[in-house]
């Protein structure tokens, strides 16, 4: 099946289920906060390799957590680390850099300066949820995603020492849970553990679940304007 081309200043995009097998629906158009808020909202993330043109990806079945049913996730030993929320999120998104931007390599997992820029704007409208992990008072992993309305869209997972990664989103999930996040959504492999316990739901009912979580968020933007 064919993709969409998307043109610059294109805002929205079409419809999820026309995506191929692999999960591409849509190649180009442009990345700004608003596009991937719009992305997010029309159940579709962006992953591509860095000097390629931007993708867009809608995947069938979608990977999620659900906070209300996440069984206790720590392995005995993770007492080890500590973990802090959005106290240093540029930090974190500079060690996801050091992780995944391999020269060598330049593969989908790697981190921009303009999606860091991107990442550092929704952070100051209250957007993001960094779960940030220490060690002996060094950051060695974390997780961190965009909420609205009731969904998480999980972004980054990271342990530089093991058993990190998974520890920060076992620690996130009462923290969104709290929130009012039903959903996490694990959307590409950089965001996978396999400690884990994740759920598949069809793409269907996930954009229906991002549909709501759009509204619910407009709602909100409204109600903050008056």
């Known amino acids: 099946m064919p993709y969409f081309e998307l043109k610059k200043g ?3 995009f079409p419809p999820a289920h026309f995506a191929d097998l692999d999960g591409l629906l849509a190649v180009g158009g442009d990345m700004n906060a608003a596009q991937l ?3 997010y909202q029309s159940g579709v993330f962006y992953w591509h390799h860095p000097m390629k043109h931007i993708r867009w990806w809608s ?7 659900e906070t209300d049913q996440a069984p206790e996730w720590v392995k005995e030993g993770n007492t080890m680390f500590s973990t802090t929320v959005n106290t ?3 930090a974190l998104l500079r060690l996801c850099q050091k992780r995944y931007n391999d020269k060598d390599a330049m593969g989908p997992s790697w981190l921009s300066e303009r999606m ?5 704007e929704l952070s100051e409208k209250e ?14 992993g974390g997780f961190f995603g965009v909420c609205l309305g009731h969904l998480c869209f999980g972004e980054y997972a990271l ?18 849970r709290e929130k009012g996040i039903k959903l996490i959504d694990m ?11 994740y759920h598949e739901i069809s793409r269907l009912a996930y954009v229906d679940f991002c549909r709501q979580a759009g509204e619910r968020y407009n709602k909100s933007e409204k109600m903050d304007c008056l």
């Open 88 to 90: 240093n999120f540029e």
């Open 37 to 39: 808020l719009s992305g």
């Open 159 to 176: 342990g530089e020492v093991p058993g990190a990664a998974a520890f920060a989103i076992s620690q996130a999930v009462p923290k969104l």
């Open 116 to 120: 860091f820029r991107i990442f550092m």
């Open 127 to 140: 957007l993001i949820h960094a779960q940030e992990v220490w060690l002996n008072r060094t950051l060695v």
């Open 59 to 65: 995947p069938d079945p979608r990977l999620v957590l």
């Open 10 to 12: 294109e805002t929205g």
């Open 187 to 197: 959307q590409k492999e950089t965001s996978r553990d396999d400690s884990l316990e």
